[in-house]
Every structure is written in C-alpha cells, then in structure tokens.
C-alpha cells in the first residue's frame, strides 16, 4: 500500500509456478499439469489484473526459478471503504 496525495494504492499479490494470463478484467487462468485455476477477484472498484516476473530486482535478491507472480491493483480515495474478495476456483 502507498499514499499517494488523498490516495491510497493497494496490491494483491501471490506467488506460482503456474503458467498464467488474463481472461479477463478480474481474472487470471492458472495452468500447471494439465490442471486449471481461476483466479477471480470481486470487488465493487475497478481493478487492474497483473501478471509479474519473478526475476531478481537486485543483486542481493534470492532467485525464484521457475515462479512468477500475479495479483492485482487500484486505488481507493480518502477515507473510502471497500470489501474484496479473491477467489481461487478450479475448473473442470
């Protein structure tokens, strides 16, 4: 989370070694041995879906072969409330 002014920027994120990519506004296809999750996201904002590389930033960063990262942002006013919910859903 960052404050930015009279904003506040707020991540969600989660670590995989699944292949991944966005379906849609607020879900991501997990894929690994012919297995697959979905990750949906419901929230009353709007949200931006994100797919991460896990490559080290810096020098001292331990390596995390083979993982990426996915997750979300956005940003919430002043003194604005608001509930989300992640689901993780396998599908048939």
């Not at 506040?8 to 012919?34: D, R």
């Not at 419901?42 to 080290?56: C, F, G, L, R």
Request: aromatic letters at 10%; glycine letters at 4%.
């Amino acid at each position: 989370m960052f404050f930015k002014r009279h904003h506040l920027f707020i991540q969600w994120t989660m670590c995989t070694p699944a292949s991944a990519k966005v379906l849609k506004e607020n879900i991501i296809e997990l894929s690994q041995n012919g297995k697959i999750l979905h990750l949906i996201v419901d929230a009353p904002k709007n949200i931006k879906m994100h797919i991460w590389s896990n490559e080290p930033e810096y020098y001292y960063d331990e390596r995390n072969d083979g993982t990426l990262r996915v997750g979300f942002t956005f940003t919430l006013g002043a003194k604005e409330r608001t509930l989300i919910k992640v689901r993780l859903m396998p599908q048939t």
